[in-house]
């Protein structure tokens, strides 16, 4: 299973980006997918996770009501939706993905495959 994020850039204060991360060599929908961020000079934390059926979700409490993460299983894709962002959600973002059978996680000890990131600026 290979995962490309997509979608990240500079936005200013207030805006919105939507992340894309695609799979290939594998489908999506048996896997939870979860996105991470690291900031210079911080760990990586877990954004949001949702899990095979898309029946669950969770969120780190930083961007709860802000972000909405979906997943297309026809499409192998599951996008993060990022509304009011703040210079704080700036950052490399990673989507991962582990066979969690139908649950969700924000561990990264659960995800095993890993994509490169893609990186989101805040800035005026």
């Known amino acids: 299973l290979q995962l490309v994020e997509s979608g990240g850039g500079l936005v200013q204060p207030g805006g919105s980006l939507r992340l894309s991360c695609a799979a290939s060599g594998s489908t999506l929908q048996y896997y939870a997918v979860a996105w991470f961020r690291q900031a210079p000079g911080k760990e990586r934390e877990g954004v949001s996770c949702?899990?095979?059926?898309?029946?669950?979700?969770d969120y780190g409490d930083s961007v709860k009501g802000r972000f909405t993460i979906s997943r297309d299983n026809a499409k192998n894709t599951v996008y993060l939706q990022m509304n009011s962002l703040k210079p704080d959600d700036t950052g490399v973002y990673y989507c991962?993905?582990?066979?969690?059978?139908?649950?969700?996680?924000?561990?990264?000890?659960?995800?095993?495959?890993w994509g490169q990131g893609t990186q989101v600026t805040v800035s005026a």
């Open positions: 991962a993905a582990g066979p969690l059978w139908d649950f969700v996680s924000l561990k990264e000890s659960d995800f095993g495959s």
């Open positions: 949702i899990s095979p059926s898309g029946g669950s979700t």
